[in-house]
């Protein structure tokens, strides 16, 4: 959680206020949704807009990229939330995937940037139903492949 606790609160229309969070672009959860029911993205990279005070999508990966590819996506000194259909095959030799949520909070990002994306952590992970796994990283080493495998079991 990038080292910070924040409490969310809510108006009485059901929309977080100022102080949880940012709102949440449409094309977020369709890019979500063609990744969980069509598989047509690899992983999906967001970001916040401070100026618009909302989660935008800053890239889109194709099916055909590895993790190397989403890895290197991630700046190295910003945060951001991130989605990766990771595929593996079980012990019974069934092909299966997960859908990853990853809170990727660097210790080199701005205070202010840790806690926006700390305090509206929760709120963007509810628009998007059926993550599966959730990884919070602040290095690489913290959302390598070995932790990927170490969690679908």
């Not at 945060?79 to 990853?100: G, H, L, M, P, W």
Request: aromatic content about 12%.
């Amino acid at each position: 959680m990038c080292g910070y606790v924040y409490k969310h609160s809510f108006d009485g229309s059901g929309n977080a206020n100022a102080a949880s969070g940012m709102a949440v672009h449409d094309d977020c959860k369709l890019r979500f949704l063609e990744l969980k029911a069509k598989r047509t993205h690899r992983f999906i990279v967001y970001k916040i807009e401070e100026k618009q005070k909302q989660v935008v999508v800053e890239k889109v990966g194709e099916p055909i990229q590895t993790y190397e590819d989403f890895a290197a996506s991630l700046p190295a000194e910003e945060c951001r939330y991130a989605i990766y259909d990771f595929d593996f095959v079980t012990a019974e030799n069934c092909q299966k995937s997960k859908i990853f949520f990853i809170a990727w909070c660097p210790d080199v990002a701005k205070v202010r940037s840790k806690m926006i994306y700390a305090s509206s952590k929760d709120r963007f992970k509810r628009e998007l139903d059926g993550i599966q796994v959730e990884l919070q990283a602040t290095d690489p080493t913290e959302m390598d492949l070995d932790v990927f495998k170490s969690r679908v079991n």
